[in-house]
């Protein structure tokens, strides 16, 4: 199977609107018995099926390999005993820091000692993470740099097709899904029974990928991304030419499965730690766009004109954060700093050329849109 069918799948499965976190979840899961290992975080609001797609996707996999929970505390988590090989779902995690260091370590380590006046436990892994919460602040900081943190798509749309698949499974089309459904389910189980656990894969080119941004987290972020192009070649192993080097089996990974995977994280909506243009910049822009007329009346403006012509309400004109947020625009390139002669302290701005028009979502691009190979 080429990484076209599986999207093509779980298009069929009604996941298109966020295709490109339901190929991540799916090949994390494909992931969870080989050397490979990804996990995947699912933030938004809810009622925007964060759920709905981790359960579908999950779906097609062995239900053996799959611990499915919505509350579950440290000493449950470390009774477990063996996590290796498996996938842990939480879905609507909620706020626990001893839970989430276990989680940490279970990542990280590999396992987790943990001692109690009735014994010892051991908790061995590494295993699989899949967490979905309408807070992503309760994944916290160090878990969120070890997983890759997926946003659900929030669009008109997204919701509106939420609607006409809620009204369509109440009539002959639902029947026809779920016989679809279940139709692939038993194709992808099957397909995964055929892949030899046994092989490895060798990235030739790794040396030379590299971010052309300045990333947070880099090392992490760039693990996380070689992982998911070996993963890439291993779910399509069956197509590829099988070496050996002292007795072990390998496969190389082309730099199609590199673009394979560039794209896949491209088209996943992430959390804000993975983008270039923050939201918070991304809503100081529409705020200008609302006054832009006011403002280009002359050839430059000043922090103080977009504060007065700022609404009462903005958020910016508020906190008086205006200079902040102007000074981030034009290290962006998106507005021009012109400092005023005869006064030391003065800056005036202009609009650049290039200053975003349309939509933002255009400027919404993750970190990994600037991965290449050098």
Known sequence: MKISELKDDLISLGLEDNIGLAELLDLAVIARNTPYKI????SGPAGLGKSHLAKTVLDLFPTEDIITTS???PASLVRQGDLRDKVLFIYEKFEDQQ???YIRELITEGEVNYSTANGDYKLLGPTTLIETTANSEIFGIENRSRCFVGWINMSQRARDNIQLMQKAHRTMKGYQFQCLANSLKDKHREFQKGLDRSITVDIPYAEE???NANVYH????????LNLI???????QQDRDVKTRNGNKYIE????DFLEAKNILISAHVEEDDLLVPRDVLEFIESLRGIRRELSQSKTFSRKQVETALSENSLFRKYKVVAKYLRTLASLGFVNELPVRGLKNRVDYAFAEDFPAGSSDSLVRNCYSTLSIA
């Open 230 to 236: 070996s993963i890439v070649a291993y779910f399509q």
């Open 99 to 101: 839970f989430a260091q």
């Open 253 to 256: 990974a082309s730099k199609e």
């Open 39 to 42: 996990s995947v975080l699912v």
């Open 71 to 73: 509350r579950m505390t």
């Open 218 to 225: 880099a090392p992490r972020i760039l693990a996380r991304v």
């Open 209 to 211: 990928i590299q971010f």
